[in-house]
């Protein structure tokens, strides 16, 4: 039995501080959801579980919140989990395992994230000294082996010897991109009259040099800013397929790995070879591959270290062109991804880094 995607919608990805800055996890989350099911003709009684992606919210069972705030069930108990930017698509595999099993038929799986409404972090000493903010939890016990995310990309770059030129360019073609193809209209739940993501304009080499310098190579143009958004799918049983008489898109397979800690960006390639040996597909074999841009240069050293044509990835812009709602992203890729396979058929690839040297991909096919 294959679990199969039947619905996907997100929100508009909006930078930090927008149109979005006042709503709540569950109010991003809910209209999407709602929209979704809405669309399949699937009543709230009929979902079984609601998996949500959140990274650096406020903590509790935000799942549980949204599935309130959404109308179904006080059943439906909800799954929060964080694995930071690839927990969107971990959410995917947890449902895909839930159908898969038997446990469910309708599990409501995606993710949100509120950059506008983040939490203060604070630290606390048993020595009585004052509390004190931070912004990054350790990810690792060995702080030699946990940098700031800028860092590892820079580092990242001057490993496989991707130069600011080309960082640059791969940005500007991921606007270039986004504006040439808007989101499918199906894709995008209205919120806030937000029905198209924001942040995508007009780049030039020019403009990308004269960007501020984060560190090293690393600048504002090839770095995705922090934004608020929320992306889910319907997954669905075989059985529940058919009676709705949609067969949707396949969840084919997927995988979580880690890698080195202190080079999170590459970490996508072991996590796509797993699925490759896991279903057999090869990288000639993908049609669209939505591959996660937090920087320009983590795309780029995926892309070519996993022999993908370039031509096919992001073909409606990535998240240089949108934004990073965290733990939403990597269900914003699928959700894309689901969209484009809906219009070309064939076989398709998601997948995603995260902080700590771990990563997702998941192989979707029509």
């Not at 159908?99 to 009585?128: L, N, Q």
């Not at 040099?209 to 799918?233: E, L, M, S």
């Not at 979580?256 to 896991?278: C, F, H, N, T």
């Amino acid at each position: 039995m294959t679990a199969r995607i039947i619905a996907a919608k997100r929100s508009a990805v909006v930078p930090r501080g927008g149109a979005f800055a006042a709503l709540t996890l569950d109010q991003l989350a809910a209209p999407v959801i709602t929209a979704a099911l809405t669309e399949m003709g699937i009543t709230a009684d009929q979902v079984d579980e609601v998996i949500v992606s959140n990274a650096i919210g406020g903590g509790g069972n935000p799942a549980r919140l949204i599935a309130l705030a959404a109308g179904l069930p006080e059943s439906v108990a909800g799954l929060s989990i964080d694995r930071q930017c690839a927990g969107g698509l971990d959410a995917l595999l947890l449902a895909k395992a839930m159908i898969e099993s038997g446990a469910a038929d309708i599990v409501v799986a995606g993710g949100v994230e509120s950059y506008s409404r983040r939490p203060t972090r604070m630290k606390t000493f048993p020595d009585g000294r004052p509390d004190e903010p931070y912004d990054q939890p350790p990810f690792t016990p060995w702080p030699d082996r946990d940098p700031d995310m800028s860092e590892a990309a820079d580092d990242l770059g001057k490993l496989y010897g991707i130069t600011r030129e080309a960082q640059d360019t791969w940005a500007i073609s991921s606007h270039e991109k986004a504006l040439a193809a808007p989101p499918h209209p199906k894709e995008i739940v209205s919120i806030k009259n937000q029905d198209k993501d924001p942040f995508a304009r007009r780049m030039s080499g020019k403009l990308a040099q004269r960007a501020k310098v984060i560190t090293g190579d690393i600048t504002a143009a090839n770095t995705a800013v922090a934004a608020d958004g929320a992306a889910f799918c319907i997954v669905v049983s075989e059985r529940i397929s058919r009676e709705l008489d949609f067969q949707g898109i396949a969840i084919w397979g997927g995988a979580s790995k880690g890698d080195r800690p202190e080079l999170p960006g590459i970490a996508p390639l072991a996590a796509i070879k797993a699925v490759q040996a896991q279903t057999g597909i090869k990288p000639q074999d993908i049609n669209r591959a939505e591959i996660m841009e937090a920087f320009a240069v983590q795309a780029i050293a995926c892309v070519q270290s996993a022999d993908i044509d370039p031509s096919i990835v992001n073909v409606g812009g990535g998240a240089l062109a949108r934004g990073h709602p965290i733990g939403a992203s990597g269900a914003i890729n699928a959700v894309r991804l689901f969209h484009e396979l809906k219009q070309t058929g064939g076989k398709g690839l998601a997948a995603i880094a995260a902080a700590g040297g771990i990563a997702t991909a998941v192989f979707l096919g029509a």
